[in-house]
């Protein structure tokens, strides 16, 4: 009994203990304001205002916020149209845009370009993408235009918030967007790796596997999936078009 008793105790200690050491990250967290960040400094401005939207027909329509979604054919050219003040040159321009072609010209200088020059085997666009467009150090009166286009209907007069920062900044806060699928991901990679464990325990020891074997490859196309959903990967490695075409290679195989 007195064994037992002291057990109690010491699970009651160990109790308090966990409880307290939870108190204090908690309490460091809403007391403390951490402003000097080494990775993460400066300030990211919007540019969602001061919009004009230029049809193929000459007709011209003042945005007023971005995003916005209009109505637009399959194969008609939108163009936006605004001015960029001198303080952002140097600066990245950042947008996610989906299925369409995109030109950026910056006093009718061409600044950027995507999907235009792609080779696409399948398919006609190469999928959604965040686009970082980098703003020359030096530009005259700061007429920006952004040519659209999409095969498909609906696609090219649909435009999300736009966001401008320094490039490093721009894709550090993308990743602390997606932070938490970050995380949900890195769990699901590893159900995937400890199911392939207890698969090859179980295929060697010459038990049922009782269908560990689709187990493991679904969680790992699953973490390949959400990896490029997450938009992120293509600012390391900016083949589009091999993630759009793994995105419904993956699809596929997990249906079958």
């Known amino acids: 009994m007195k064994e037992k008793g002291m057990v109690r105790r010491f699970q009651t200690i160990g109790w308090c203990a966990l409880l307290i050491e939870v108190l204090i990250v908690v309490f460091i967290i809403l ?8 990775l993460a400094k400066g300030e990211i401005d919007h540019f969602n205002t001061g919009w004009i939207m230029i049809r193929a027909d000459g007709s011209r329509q003042n945005i007023e916020r971005l995003p916005y979604a209009g109505k637009s054919s399959a194969g008609e050219i939108i163009i936006l149209e605004n001015r960029i003040s001198p303080k952002y040159a140097g600066k990245t ?10 030109t950026v010209t910056l006093d009718g200088t061409e600044i950027y370009t995507f999907g235009t020059k792609d080779k696409k085997i399948f398919g006609h666009t190469a999928g959604s993408i965040t686009n970082f467009i980098d703003i020359p150090e030096h530009f005259a009166q700061g007429n920006i235009k952004v040519v659209m286009q999409s095969p ?17 900044l721009m894709i550090l806060q993308l990743l602390k967007e997606n932070l938490f699928n970050f995380a949900l991901n890195v769990l699901i990679l590893f159900c995937g790796v400890l199911l392939a464990i207890l698969l090859i325990i179980q295929y060697f020891s010459n038990q049922n596997l009782q269908g560990m ?15 490029i959903e997450t938009k992120i990967i293509s600012a390391f490695y900016g083949n589009q078009i091999l993630y759009s075409n793994l995105i419904f290679l993956i699809l596929k195989n997990i249906v079958l």
């Open 31 to 38: 007391q403390f304001q951490v402003t000097d960040m080494t």
């Open 93 to 102: 321009l950042s947008f996610l845009s989906a299925e369409k072609t995109i």
């Open 152 to 168: 498909y209907e609906g696609y090219a007069a649909e435009m999300g918030e736009m966001r401008i920062a320094s490039r490093d």
């Open 213 to 227: 074997q689709f187990l493991s490859p679904f969680c790992l196309l699953a973490f390949v999936y959400y990896s």
